[in-house]
């Protein structure tokens, strides 16, 4: 059934404040775009509001139960699946909406959870340019992963799958970000960082689609990366200490240095017991700190040997010249090791344990 519904109306839907209307479209609230903008300059001008339907593209409602008079329209179990921007936009001004401004509203019933209610959420998404991402935002791996964050880092840590999504409390990671992680961590490719699509395309499901990632490995993983950004400022090279993809290359470098530690597999291959109180997170942080802070010394050393016009973003994408680095750097820390010059992970994480066990 399609018709035109006063705007009035449509902002005393239920579940917009807290974004449940919302909860099967393919994005939040996106803020301030220039389509947002241009909608609400449209709403606070009272002489538009008659002719607001033949400007705006409308909303689609996807209900359970849908029931119909000559004046009147009942709805039960419904969500907004297109439109969420404008919803969201005019119940921010509803000061300004006259009985004049209404919205053509198409209503569909039918189960939202259906193949046919995913397809209409899809085809229907293109007023503000939708992505990739926003068509994985109600994949069952997504949800999971964020159900998860909830139930063991509530307060600590949440899960954004949303674009434009009100962030629970804590430090949020973006699904977006922990796909970029293990793209780096356990693809072993940290040159593709800069191709983000790909987590949500092609990569998506040999980056969450395994069993063994869950919320423990992505707060293992966002702990790692904590850590290199708080080193960053070590680097003689400010142009490299600036480059996102850096990172990605430190916790790749990372992983192949240390990874024939047995308490280093331990932990990745056991986050859960590992990450889930903040007290043990902070000891892996400062374990993995002095490994981290020698790779960039290593790095920094090499780069007395790079030029003026030494082409870092060109390099830390290139596969080859990112992998003979790496070898460089973990044949350097074995040799060290072996000479009894360097603790491994295990001897340190074993210290900072034992120290924070010590009665003194």
């Given at each position: 059934m399609i018709a035109p519904i006063r705007a009035r109306e449509l902002v005393e839907l239920d579940g917009?404040?807290?974004?449940?209307?919302?909860?099967?479209?393919?994005?939040?609230?996106?803020?301030?775009?220039?389509?947002?903008?241009?909608?609400?300059?449209?709403?606070?001008d009272k002489n538009t509001h008659k002719n607001?339907?033949?400007?705006?593209?409308?909303?689609?409602?996807?209900?359970?139960?849908?029931?119909?008079?000559?004046?009147?329209?009942?709805?039960?179990?419904?969500?907004?699946?297109?439109?969420?921007q404008s919803v969201t936009s005019l119940h921010g001004n509803k000061s300004f909406i006259t009985d004049d401004l209404k919205l053509l509203t198409k209503f569909i019933?039918?189960?939202?959870?259906?193949?046919?209610?995913?397809?209409?959420t899809e085809y229907s998404n293109n007023q503000n340019g939708v992505r990739s991402r926003d068509f994985k935002s109600?994949?069952?791996?997504?949800?999971?992963?964020?159900?998860?964050?909830?139930?063991?880092?509530?307060?600590?840590?949440?899960?954004?799958?949303?674009?434009?999504?009100?962030?629970?409390p804590g430090e949020s990671i973006s699904n977006e970000e922990a796909g970029l992680y293990m793209m780096a961590f356990d693809l072993k490719e940290p040159w593709g960082t800069h191709r983000k699509?790909?987590?949500f395309e092609d990569k998506h499901s040999a980056l969450f689609g395994k069993p063994y990632v869950t919320a423990d490995r992505i707060v293992m993983l966002r702990a790692i990366d904590n850590e290199i950004v708080s080193q960053l400022s070590k680097f003689i090279e400010e142009l490299l200490a600036k480059y996102k993809l850096t990172r990605y290359m430190l916790m790749f470098m990372l992983r192949e240095m240390l990874y024939d530690d047995k308490m280093f597999q331990e932990i990745i291959q056991n986050p859960s017991k590992y990450m889930r109180t903040k007290d043990s997170e902070n000891?892996?942080?400062?374990?993995?700190?002095?490994?981290?802070?020698?790779?960039?010394?290593?790095i920094n050393e090499e780069s007395k040997e790079f030029g003026a016009d030494f082409d870092y973003r060109g390099k830390i994408k290139d596969a080859d010249w990112v992998k003979e680095m790496t070898k460089t750097i973990q044949k350097g820390f074995q040799k060290n090791v072996n000479r009894g010059r360097q603790e491994t992970f295990e001897?340190?994480?074993?210290?900072?344990?034992?120290?924070?066990?010590s009665p003194d």
């Open positions: 917009i404040e807290d974004q449940s209307l919302l909860t099967y479209n393919v994005r939040g609230p996106l803020g301030r775009t220039s389509v947002n903008k241009d909608l609400v300059k449209s709403v606070k607001f339907p033949l400007f705006h593209n409308g909303i689609t409602v996807i209900t359970k139960s849908l029931k119909a008079t000559e004046d009147k329209i009942k709805i039960g179990g419904y969500y907004v699946v297109n439109g969420c019933q039918m189960d939202p959870t259906s193949s046919e209610a995913k397809q209409i109600n994949n069952a791996i997504q949800i999971r992963l964020r159900t998860e964050f909830a139930q063991h880092y509530k307060d600590r840590y949440s899960f954004e799958i949303k674009r434009g999504e009100t962030p629970a699509y790909e987590v000891k892996f942080r400062e374990s993995i700190s002095v490994f981290i802070g020698d790779i960039i010394v290593d001897t340190e994480w074993n210290r900072i344990n034992f120290a924070s066990s």
